[in-house]
């Protein structure tokens, strides 16, 4: 099987692309709430994983598998971390789904070298309830298909396979995600925004590989959805899907 090297690379470059981006000064103020949202909601995951996710794997291991333990715990634990990370991230975004798309606009506007039009109050909030609808619609997409993998990963022997099947669900999930800000600026609904990932699915999910990556590293995870978001803009502007 062919691997096409420069999709792997193109994602990556769009991702990095994303930060200098946010860093534009027309950009970072829609960057600042979304960051002090992420700071509380991972502080909050931190501070739950620290406090209960020893005593429940030592709970939930079998006697007749301790011999297991040095394979099956890491894997659960590896599975338990992206799950509760990611799903604090999905939280975050829907919290600060109005803002990322504001910055995506804000995006766009600077690629196609114009002036941003700054959203007037009341345009802004008819904004909020529909880009609320469609990330709660987004949710109801990943947890039918998340809690087959969650299951999956709870069970000893099995969980083996469960750990690659999450990291590629999840990038796929999450350049759907980052993308859909953009999409939902040119009024481009669910189904379609599919059809376009689709069309490249080594760009999507090398993509949301690295967006996934990202947050799972202390910091740095605070500002990759406003990264991600930029970045995705950025991806599919160049490549025509954005008017």
């Not at 609808?133 to 947890?143: N, T, V, W």
């Not at 995870?221 to 991806?235: C, R, Y």
């Amino acid at each position: 099987m062919n691997i096409d090297t420069e999709s792997l690379s193109y994602g990556t470059r769009c991702f990095i692309a994303g930060f200098n981006l946010i860093k534009q000064p027309g950009l970072r103020r829609f960057v600042i709430i979304p960051l002090l949202i992420n700071m509380v909601l991972f502080g909050l995951a931190s501070w739950l994983l620290w406090h209960y996710l020893s005593t429940t794997v030592d709970s939930m291991l079998p006697s007749w598998l301790s011999w297991l333990t040095w394979l099956i715990l890491p894997i659960f634990m590896v599975s338990i971390l992206t799950l509760v990370y990611y799903s604090f991230t999905l939280i975050a975004n829907i919290i600060a789904a109005p803002f990322y798309g504001q910055l995506s606009k804000g995006v766009e506007a600077y690629l196609r070298g114009q002036p941003y039009e700054e959203a007037q109050y009341e345009s802004f909030l008819k904004e909020i309830l529909p880009m609320l609808g469609s990330e709660l619609r987004k949710i109801s997409y990943y947890l039918v298909r998340a809690l087959p993998l969650l299951i999956l990963s709870l069970i000893p022997g099995l969980n083996v396979i469960s750990l690659p099947l999450w990291l590629l669900f999840s990038a796929w999930f999450l350049s759907f995600e980052y993308a859909g800000y953009g999409f939902e600026n040119h009024n481009v609904l669910f189904k379609e925004q599919k059809r376009m990932l689709n069309k490249s699915k080594m760009n999507s999910i090398t993509f949301g590989g690295v967006s996934l990556l990202a947050t799972t590293i202390p910091v740095v995870n605070l500002i990759a959805p406003a990264i991600a978001v930029a970045g995705a803009t950025k991806m599919f502007y160049e490549r025509g899907d954005l008017g």
